[in-house]
């Protein structure tokens, strides 16, 4: 074991391009046959190496080959594995990247995806051993080891191929989906319709059983992602199972979440698998009322995760024109304000962040602000305090990224964030007042001058002996307070003349007994 190890640090220090002679070297092939070694240690030191050679297959493909010369034998060897772990992770370390090096063997792909998919079809047909642990563990293992084929490209486009995977994909959630969902026991290569008609209870083990969903939702993701699932009607009964185990009690935090991500995934990707969840016919899922049951639930992950679902729902599917009214008959416009201004953590940021894409759907977005009663001013107000006072980072970016959004894409909403002096913009109020009080104080600060000059001029006329010095009484010119700056021009002119008649009426009589 020791010595595989050196030999797969070898490897991976790229000897074929450092040197060419240690390589033709026979000892070097004799790694190979000790991959069926009695040896646990032995063996996981093999697979070291085998995977060390297939990484460089990329760069040098045509020197591989001469390091594995046996393709049948290596292709048969996670079959006569009895750890269910090790044949796991020894197929995952077969997946290698197109394209296939010199002397593979065309069909290698092709091959290798049959010996990924047989322990999930014996599985869901009930004819693995009955030990409940090795069937999840069995189960577990190829779907991590399907997850790699997808990721490393090698369904290479294959349309027929990745329905295959769909259907057994489909069947496993379905028995995980328990008595709710009918698993399809019709064989993937033949497989072509929905599974009503023919099929078999499965795997007790498999039912419920959150590891098993856990597996099977991520690995649908990474199929969805990498490839194009099409039409098929397949998708229907992946969505239905997928909501029957939302619905489940049981259920927790991480399964519904990865539950929540395959479906918004499938639905961005997917024009069918769109129709069919906001489809409002009886035929199709009822999903609006089993996430409005999770809204219910006391745990913060679930709520958490419904509010992602939503936003990237309304992210990937805003120009569906069945979304807003879908939206809008399970009220989840009503349940993201309700958060945003009662919640806390990161269920408000997720919160937070489905609100901000509320405006991108003008309808959810009018509905939201009658139904609560608000302006577009109320709800920039609230986002604004949230940035200023809140306490947890999170929901402050949540915030953020929401004027961020509405300055992007909602030309309403940013003439009411970059213009604040506008009548929607927040503290409109505030300004307007403060503008009207600026206004006023330059309106009267010319008038008050004007008097101070006229006191002046008369109190030189009759006391020119004083030079310009003027009484304090003299110079003191009352300002109008608060309340008079408010009631306007008029009132403040009036009370300058009426003091400055006051100031001069005395000397008009001395000058008159003069």
Known sequence: ASGLKVIAAVWRQDPVSATRQPLDCPTMRRWFGLLRSHSRAVRAAAVDVLQAVLDQSSRHADNIADFVPDYDTLLALPTVQAD??????????LCVSPPLPRGFPEDYHARLLQLILEPLERAVQGKLPPSSRAVVTTVCCSLTALETFI???????????????????AAVLSAAAGPGAATCSTPASTCSAPAKTTCSTPASALQQNPRVIKAAAQTLTCLITATDVGSSPVVHEVIRSLVHILDLPESDCTVVSKCLRAISTLMEKSSVAADFVLSVS???????????????DPRWEICDSVFEFLAAMMEGNKDHSALPAWLIQGGFHSSMWACVRTGDG????????ALGRCPTLPAVWGTL????GLTQAAVLEVLVQIIGSDVETSVRTAAIGCFSIWVQQCEKLRHAILNPSHEDGPSSKKQKQTDQKQQQSEQEEPQQTLCQQHHQQYFHQHHPDRGNALPVSHTHVKHTTSEQQQSGQGESQQALCQQHQQYSEPHQQDSGNV
């Open 84 to 93: 269910p772990k090790e044949a796991g992770q020894l197929t995952a370390v």
């Open 151 to 169: 990721a490393k490209g090698c369904i290479c486009g294959d349309k027929q191929r990745a329905q295959q995977v769909l259907v057994h994909l």
């Open 282 to 296: 009886p035929a199709s899922t009822s999903l609006i009322p089993v996430l409005q049951r999770r809204l219910c």
């Open 346 to 353: 990161y269920t408000q940021a997720s919160a937070l962040t």
């Open 369 to 372: 602000l009658r139904d609560a």
